[in-house]
């Protein structure tokens, strides 16, 4: 009689568990994830191209195994150092990482100011950080409201930290005209004999005019 007491509270007990597991993951899956952004705007290299007027930015990745360490940017600003649209930026970052870790991303943070973005922006110009390899951001000649600019000089940036507040940056001018053009800007580094300069290399900048 005990014995069948004690299989009957077992059995209780384990019922009792597997509803609680089960209402629990009901819970989790409701919740939504503070850190998805949808999808990236990288591409990697190679893969689908874009067309028409535009300005590509190919780099190459390789990730660190690091704290306080793989996030990067791309930017527009233009001739007077108005923040006109960015390209990609790393989710950590973008997503109130600036607040946790001022080191990261410095001139981006300053220059695109994400604490007055709506979330739609946000979503807009962030993903995931991605595996090593080759990719390329694109950048269609509209600002952060979606419409064409039509200056015929904008400057770009690249920048990247590294580990902690060891930075790289890549900037140069875009000429707007007629003519495409490619270049490779030089780096420059906060720590001039940084061991991490492989985190963001190869970078190419090209112009297409149609």
Excluded: C, H
Aim: aromatic residues 14%; without cysteine.
């Amino acid at each position: 009689m005990d014995g069948g007491r004690l299989t009957l509270k077992k059995k209780l007990i384990i019922i009792t568990l597997v509803a609680a597991l089960f209402l629990g993951l009901a819970i989790i899956v409701k919740v939504k994830n503070p850190f998805n952004f949808g999808i990236s705007p990288l591409v990697a290299a190679g893969g689908q191209k874009q067309t028409g007027k535009r300005l590509e930015i190919s780099f190459s990745y390789d990730s660190l195994l690091l704290v306080a360490s793989n996030q990067y940017a791309f930017w527009i600003e233009d001739m007077d150092g108005n923040y006109i649209n960015t390209l990609y930026v790393t989710r950590y970052t973008a997503g109130e990482g600036y607040r946790r870790r001022s080191q990261s991303i410095p001139k981006w943070v300053s220059a695109a100011r994400p604490g007055d973005m709506r979330s739609s922006e946000i979503d807009a110009i962030t993903g995931a950080t991605p595996r090593p390899g080759n990719y390329v951001a694109y950048w269609d000649f509209t600002d952060s409201k979606g419409e064409l600019v039509t200056g015929t000089q904008y400057r770009y940036f690249v920048e990247g930290t590294m580990y902690m507040d060891d930075d790289v940056l890549y900037t140069g001018v875009i000429n707007v005209g007629t003519e495409s053009l490619e270049e490779y800007p030089i780096p420059e580094y906060s720590v001039f004999d940084s061991e991490y300069k492989a985190m963001l290399s190869n970078v190419r900048v090209a112009y297409y005019a149609n």
